[in-house]
């Protein structure tokens, strides 16, 4: 489990992004990426940043599946309190 980002677009994408019937701001994405850079690492996590790329290994070892099943509750608690996640 895996989650990287690439610090230059990302604004831009999420202004690209319409849901909620609008579309983002590239303001709300610079905000949006400020949340994500400050926060610690999810429980497990280990972030690794390489020049504009933020990249976040999420569990070591891929055949443990109870550890695999934990980080993605962790990953996804952690997300979803970041961005703004379009309704389901």
């Known amino acids: 489990m895996f989650d990287a980002i690439d610090r230059e677009p990302y ?4 202004a690209a992004q319409y849901f909620a019937d ?6 709300e994405g610079e905000a949006e ?5 400050a926060a610690p690492a999810p429980p497990g996590s280990v972030r690794f940043d390489d020049g504009p790329l933020v990249m976040w290994k999420h569990v070591a070892d891929l ?3 109870a550890a ?3 980080a993605r509750v962790a990953q ?3 997300i979803t309190n970041l961005v703004e ?3 389901t």
């Open 11 to 14: 604004a831009g994408e999420v």
């Open 22 to 27: 609008r579309y983002a701001t590239v303001a």
């Open 33 to 37: 990426l400020a949340r994500l850079l």
């Open 63 to 65: 055949t443990d599946a």
């Open 68 to 70: 695999i099943e934990r």
């Open 76 to 78: 996804h608690a952690w």
């Open 85 to 87: 996640v379009a309704p």
